[in-house]
């Protein structure tokens, strides 16, 4: 099974910083990552898919890179509606995992 | 719009069933996959179930293979997890999600709770 390693933890920032998390593969994914968005309360939301391509509605201000084994998430501009918990997930064969979330805090 | 609404949770012994229901509008159901995921209290995300666009094909995570059954009926536009054997450690919110591209969980339902206590 494909293990998913996601840091940091937690973070804190603050408004208009640039945030950025980092997700590993234990193996060759190719560019099969997915990043969502978890809000207490909320549906979970998809930003990007297949590594780098940002889900339609999403703010330009999210963005995602790389492939293989090393993934990183970016959002620009860090705004108060940002603050949630951020999990990477690969597809490239089953069992789909997820990281264990990056929870960013103001 | 594109929805999915859960329902079912609740509180259940272990060893006891309960089952799941993801009610989909907005979109032709019998087009897409369609998964479940859960989030234990304080956890992260666990991919559960995926279930292909006729019911044809089903996967399962290791955690729950043999215990959990996934379905589907396309004319009630819904999805259904049946939960057998449960036990502590499946307590968690439940999602369920469509299927799109290859492959991404685009929507999510708001998810339902499923508590398993004596």
């Known amino acids: 099974d494909i293990q998913m390693t996601q840091s940091p933890s937690s973070l804190s920032a603050s408004v208009g910083d640039r945030v950025t998390i980092t997700c590993q593969a234990s193996q060759d994914i190719k560019n099969y990552l997915n990043w969502y968005q978890l809000k207490p309360g909320k549906a979970p939301k998809l930003l990007i898919y297949g590594a780098s391509s940002l889900q339609s509605g999403v703010p330009s201000r999210f963005s995602g890179g790389g492939s293989g084994t090393y993934f990183t998430f970016t959002i620009s501009t860090l705004q108060p509606e940002d603050i949630a918990t951020y999990y990477c997930q690969h597809y490239d064969d089953l069992p789909w995992s997820f990281g264990q979330g990056t929870k960013v805090e103001v | 719009e594109v929805q999915l609404v859960e329902s079912g949770g609740g509180l259940v012994q272990p060893g006891g069933s309960l089952r799941l229901s993801c009610a989909a509008s907005?979109?032709?159901?019998?087009?897409?996959?369609m998964t479940w995921v859960r989030q234990a209290p304080g956890k992260g995300l666990e991919w559960v179930a995926n279930?292909?666009?006729?019911?044809?094909?089903?996967y399962y995570g290791d955690s729950v293979k043999g215990r959990f059954i996934i379905a589907r009926d396309n004319v009630r536009n819904s999805v259904y997890l049946q939960m057998n054997s449960l036990r502590v450690e499946d307590t968690a919110v439940y999602y369920c999600?469509?299927?799109?591209?290859?492959?991404?969980?685009?929507?999510w339902g708001q998810g339902t709770l499923v508590t398993v206590s004596s």
């Open positions: 907005g979109f032709t159901l019998s087009d897409h996959w």
């Open positions: 999600t469509r299927i799109c591209g290859v492959w991404w969980f685009d929507p």
């Open positions: 279930i292909k666009q006729d019911g044809s094909e089903a």
